[in-house]
């Protein structure tokens, strides 16, 4: 098993900043892709980001280049999302996610491991 807790989320004004952690722990040997997904009420869960733990690779949904950033620290685990220039659009409940998977997929259904979430909101 594979646990994953986010942190990070939060409240913040149009064209702030927030930076979310994912930590993973338990049998994470061999998990090849991490992922964030972001959910609002009554739509499907959206793609935002992933990122390889070897070779660096790394995708970004195109509502969100050039304005959030992916990272990962192999040493602690952990896998950030730097949001930046937020707008409200970009409110939503961000999961973390994990897959044994070779390259990085934008399907929810790939991700084995699932954190339980935490809410980002972007006031106007």
């Known amino acids: 098993q594979v646990q994953l807790v986010e942190s990070g989320g939060g409240l913040v004004q149009t064209g702030g900043s927030l930076r979310l952690s994912c930590a993973a722990s338990?049998?994470?040997?061999?998990?090849?892709?991490m992922g964030w997904f972001r959910q609002v009420p009554g739509k499907e869960r959206e793609f935002v980001s992933g990122?390889?733990?070897?070779?660096?690779?790394?995708d970004y949904a195109d509502s969100v280049k050039g304005r959030f950033t992916i990272s990962r620290d192999n040493a602690k685990n952990t896998v950030y999302l730097q949001m930046d220039s937020l707008t409200p659009e970009d409110t939503a409940l961000y999961y973390c996610?994990?897959?044994?998977?070779?390259?990085?997929?934008?399907?929810?259904?790939?991700?084995?491991?699932w954190g339980q979430g935490t809410q980002v909101t972007v006031s106007s």
């Open positions: 990122i390889r733990w070897s070779g660096g690779s790394i």
């Open positions: 338990g049998r994470s040997f061999g998990i090849y892709t």
């Open positions: 996610a994990a897959g044994w998977m070779t390259t990085i997929l934008a399907s929810s259904a790939h991700y084995t491991y």
